[in-house]
């Protein structure tokens, strides 16, 4: 019997490094070999071929990508067919999906999981925005691909609004993405999911006068203890999305008093070393989840059981 191959991309910065070499090591064991570091920007595709470095990705038994930071409108282009041939982590109707706030919020609400409440109005249609900041307050603009917190801008009057129309309008944008400004503490809980099942959690803080908890924006990472309610809510966000892995933010509505999902996010990062050195630990049970999830994917015994 032929030993299974998997390509993987895994972001290397923030000790991504290390966490690959203990997939591959773990894989290793289970006779499963792995071609790290394919990078779909230098694939190219032809005659029924998705082709790398003379190797022909869709011959693989499965593809994991994982590097949010580097990925490009091509490789995304590459992913979706090369989803349509192999197995992958994650699959790419469930990337896409995530990929953007609007469809995952809408997904989320037709499921009965709880969500800021939102609107998507067409550019022209500016009038709805400034009906809506009547009614609700503040609102957050958000671009619907975004990530990291880049992008978010906060509205909080008429003002403001105005101020920041001709901007939007310049972007050339075909629609207006806001939710609902949430009152809350100005933390979030960061739960980690892989297959089903929950992995870890840490908590974001806002720095300074900012009320976005993202890292990149100046949040802080600390130390939190989920209660079922925020697990089970996130586990239940996970499999309406259908990633195989995921991290999900969740806020408390101190109005509401409820939780909601503000993110699903397909890419979620590992602890940081850094972030490791204060206790978060969570790193060799993703792994092992992870792994486990690979073997089962690719194992050729596992589909033929299924299929009878």
């Known amino acids: 019997m032929s030993r299974r191959k998997v390509g993987m991309w895994l972001y290397q910065n923030s000790g991504g490094s290390k966490i690959q070499n203990k997939i591959i090591s773990l894989l290793k064991e289970r006779d499963i070999d792995v071609i790290p570091n394919i990078n779909l920007r230098d694939a190219i595709a032809q005659n029924g071929h998705i ?127 806001v939710e609902k400004f949430i009152d809350y503490d100005r933390t979030d809980y960061r739960i980690d999911i892989v297959n089903g099942q929950y992995v870890g959690c840490y908590g974001r803080k806002a720095g300074g006068k900012d009320w976005r908890t993202n890292v990149t924006s100046g949040g802080s990472v600390f130390l939190r203890e989920p209660n079922e309610d925020v697990i089970n809510l996130a586990i239940k966000a996970t499999k309406v999305t259908g990633l195989d892995i995921a991290g999900v933010d969740i806020i408390y509505d101190r109005k509401k008093e409820e939780y909601i999902v503000l993110e699903v996010n397909g890419i979620p990062a590992f602890a940081t070393p850094e972030q490791e050195k204060i206790g978060l630990n969570f790193n060799d049970k993703k792994i092992e989840l992870i792994v486990d999830l690979i073997d089962k994917k690719t194992n050729k015994n596992n589909k033929t059981k299924e299929d009878k």
Not at 80 to 93: D, G, H, Q, R, T
Not at 144 to 163: A, S
């Open 51 to 177: 082709i790398y470095d003379d190797i022909k990705l869709d011959k693989l038994d499965l593809f994991l990508s994982y590097n949010a930071s580097e990925q490009t409108q091509y490789q995304m282009y590459l992913y979706k067919a090369l989803n349509s041939v192999i197995p992958m982590i994650n699959n790419y109707e469930s990337f896409e999906l995530t990929e953007d706030k609007f469809q995952t919020a809408f997904l989320l609400r037709k499921n009965k999981v709880q969500t800021a409440d939102y609107k998507l109005c067409h550019r022209d249609d500016t009038h709805h925005l400034k009906s809506i900041i009547k009614k609700w307050d503040k609102m957050v603009y958000k671009p619907t691909d975004g990530w990291g917190g880049v992008g978010l801008t906060k509205i909080e009057n008429q003002e403001t609004l105005d101020m920041l129309m001709p901007f939007l309008n310049q972007m050339d944008l075909r629609y207006f993405y």
